[in-house]
């Protein structure tokens, strides 16, 4: 039998709390109690052929404490007269949260209406629409609101996060809660004080006007004359100074390596420079209009990642080649390959043919489960043979 039980009624109930609905209702004043379950009962043929146990499903379920149970007569031609119930009504708020055993959870979140009501209204919608998750930020909530009212006061300050002076809130707090500040902050600042093409928590800083760490860019010249003109032989400069180096350097080739020893033993190149790498991200690298007067060459490990990175260089710089990510590298070392951890598996659309064939084996697992040749692996031999292959490639072109 599929009659509802006492387990039925409580697990509407619990579907209201797991969907919000409750304490949504108590933002609004909406709560919508009393409010009616759903019920099924037995029919008339299944009173007739399971008699004893109807009676004691009408008997259970009359007794139920805080539900209240609307019983309708009914004449069976066997049984004659009878009540039979025919709805279900929790009457009261109260009554549900008692039943669900939520009475201190739903008190902690009136508490967090309350002071939200007193000190930011506007983001009374946001707690309406997400109210678990409001429920789960009640113990960080103030601080949440003290954020928020620092910067309505001061907006787009132009201070580092770390200098952000508000009692209670250290600026790890702000940058632990980017995600749920970005959106009450969207709800709670004019739009003057947001810049909107700045988007995600990694661009918080820039949405809200904070001062960001300048984006910097660490590379080594390969050619001593590009030495002396840079000051050093491992240099880091701001992403500004890197984009103006065109002005005063030669430089027609550049590498860009992920390892850092393979950048500190990069083998001298004339007219070059390499870039040490940082993975997933080339807004350092972007403002150098420059590069793209260069033959620019970008030397990954041999594995799915790899190739996104390439793929999303090529974003930035089109013209971007790959070194050493090809099948003879990965061949030459097969028994130094390894095993990449959590490989990606998306379409790439920026690959040249070799190397979208390359990437379908590798993330088709069509020689080895998650395949790697780490670039740190390939021998300096192989190295320098291929930047005579490259050499001789230019020398090619020229002529």
């Known amino acids: 039998?599929?009659?509802?039980?006492?387990?039925?009624?409580?697990?509407q109930l619990q579907k209201l709390w797991d969907s919000g609905e409750l304490l949504a209702g108590m933002v609004r004043g909406d709560a919508s109690f009393p409010r009616r379950l759903q019920l099924r009962a037995p029919t008339s043929g299944e009173l007739t052929e399971q008699f004893d146990a109807a009676r004691s499903w009408i008997s259970e379920l009359r007794a139920l404490p805080s539900f209240r149970i609307v019983m309708r007569e009914f004449k069976h031609r066997v049984f004659g007269a009878n009540e039979l119930p025919s709805e279900a009504w929790v009457d009261s708020l109260d009554e549900a949260l008692a039943l669900l055993g939520r009475q201190r959870a739903a008190a902690r979140f009136m508490d967090l209406v309350a002071l939200t009501r007193a000190e930011q209204p506007l983001l009374l919608a946001w707690v309406a629409r997400?109210?678990?998750?409001?429920?789960e930020l009640a113990p960080q909530w103030p601080q949440l609101l003290a954020v928020v009212a620092w910067l309505q006061a001061h907006p787009r300050p132009g201070l580092y996060l770390r200098q952000v002076d508000i009692a209670g809130v250290h600026s790890k707090?702000?940058?632990?809660?980017?995600?749920?500040?970005?959106?009450?902050?969207?709800?709670?600042?004019p739009p003057a004080a947001i810049d909107a093409s700045a988007s995600g928590v990694g661009q918080f800083v820039?949405?809200?006007g904070f001062r960001d760490k300048p984006l910097r860019v660490r590379l080594r010249p390969l050619?001593?004359?590009?030495?002396?003109?840079?000051?050093?032989?491992?240099?880091t400069l701001d992403a500004a100074s890197f984009a103006a180096l065109n002005l005063n350097l030669h430089v027609h080739t550049v590498f860009i390596t992920e390892n850092e020893i393979n950048f500190l033993s990069f083998p001298a190149v004339p007219g070059a420079l390499v870039i040490f790498g940082a993975g997933y991200g080339f807004d350092m690298l972007s403002p150098a209009a420059w590069l793209a007067h260069c033959r620019l060459h970008y030397w990954g490990d041999i594995d799915t990642h790899g190739f996104?990175?390439?793929?999303?260089?090529?974003?930035?710089?089109p013209h971007a080649e790959s070194f050493l990510m090809d099948e003879a590298t990965l061949q030459a070392f097969a028994p130094l390959w390894g095993e990449e951890d959590k490989p990606t598996l998306r379409e790439l659309t920026r690959l040249s043919a070799p190397e979208q064939a390359l990437y379908d084996v590798l993330r088709g697992h069509h020689l080895r489960k998650n395949l790697r040749l780490e670039q740190e692996k390939i021998g300096f031999a192989w190295v320098e043979a291929g930047l005579a292959a490259l050499a001789a490639e230019s020398a090619a072109r020229v002529g």
């Open 173 to 189: 707090f702000i940058e632990a809660q980017r995600g749920v500040l970005t959106e009450l902050l969207d709800l709670a600042l």
């Open 130 to 135: 997400r109210p678990l998750r409001a429920l």
């Open 308 to 317: 996104a990175i390439l793929d999303q260089l090529r974003a930035h710089f």
């Open 223 to 235: 050619d001593a004359a590009l030495a002396g003109q840079l000051g050093g032989l491992d240099v």
């Open 1 to 11: 039998m599929n009659w509802t039980g006492a387990d039925d009624l409580r697990a």
């Open 206 to 208: 820039q949405r809200y």
